[in-house]
């Protein structure tokens, strides 16, 4: 059985610093691409970041060059570093399994997600 | 980024009803469009990838058509399990973007 699940929100300062992990279990982790997705409280949802199985990145314009991916293959692991902070940052962080389909590619598994608060 | 927008953005259907929810691209996205389910408090569920292509284990109520720059997701049957929140995705750009989401709500 495929899981995902996340570790590592809470409430922070704005400006502070967080570090979100997801561990996953079930499938061949270096296989795959991982992601991360957040929703603000109310709101839709948000595509925040990617790591490919080679280790490639991607970010939204919103995160990018505050917020770093990285993945531990023998951990089954994946994490997002998060600097800088703001009010709008807050919301639920799912972390997401990436697959593709003759170059579609769609999010086909999720973990439960992790509150990030970010308030002064 | 590729704008993606839902229609309606609430919908009231009653148990049985046929009920199909409209996703725009503002520009051509080919077939890489992806529709997800959403309960209260839980995490998004895939129903259909590549617009038409039904997730395994989704029920066969679950359908999505559409190319290009205009798709849908229709349910046959409601269910009542299927009072949800709906939501389009596009992967054409490396930007994915999510449509603002269509609340499914009961009559």
């Known amino acids: 059985e495929v899981q995902l699940v996340e570790s590592g929100g809470g409430f922070v300062r704005p400006g502070g610093s967080l570090r979100l992990s997801c561990t996953t279990s079930g499938f061949t982790f270096r296989n795959y691409a991982m992601h991360w997705v957040r929703q603000g409280t109310g709101k839709g949802l948000e595509w925040v970041s990617a790591i490919g199985s080679p280790g490639d990145t991607y970010y939204s314009d919103s995160v990018k060059g505050r917020f770093t991916i990285s993945r531990e293959d023998a951990k089954n692991s994946f994490y997002l570093q998060m600097n800088s902070l703001r009010a709008g940052d807050t919301g639920v962080y799912y972390c997401?399994?990436?697959?593709?389909?003759?170059?579609?590619?769609?999010?086909?598994?999720w973990g439960q997600g992790s509150l990030v608060t970010v308030s002064s | 980024d590729i704008q993606m927008t839902q229609s309606p953005s609430s919908l009231s259907a009653s148990v049985g009803d046929r009920v199909t929810i409209t996703c725009r691209a503002r520009?051509?996205?080919?077939?890489?469009l992806n529709w997800y389910q959403q309960r209260p408090g839980k995490a998004p569920k895939l129903l259909i990838y590549?617009?038409?292509s039904l997730q395994s284990g989704v029920p066969s109520r679950f359908s999505g058509s559409g190319s290009g720059t205009d798709f849908t997701l229709t349910i046959s049957s409601l269910q009542p399990e299927d009072f949800a929140t709906y939501y389009c995705q596009q992967s054409y750009s490396t930007q994915y973007t999510f449509g603002q989401g269509t609340k499914l709500e009961i009559k």
């Open positions: 590549a617009a038409s």
């Open positions: 997401a399994r990436g697959d593709h389909d003759f170059g579609n590619y769609y999010f086909d598994y």
């Open positions: 520009q051509t996205i080919s077939n890489y």
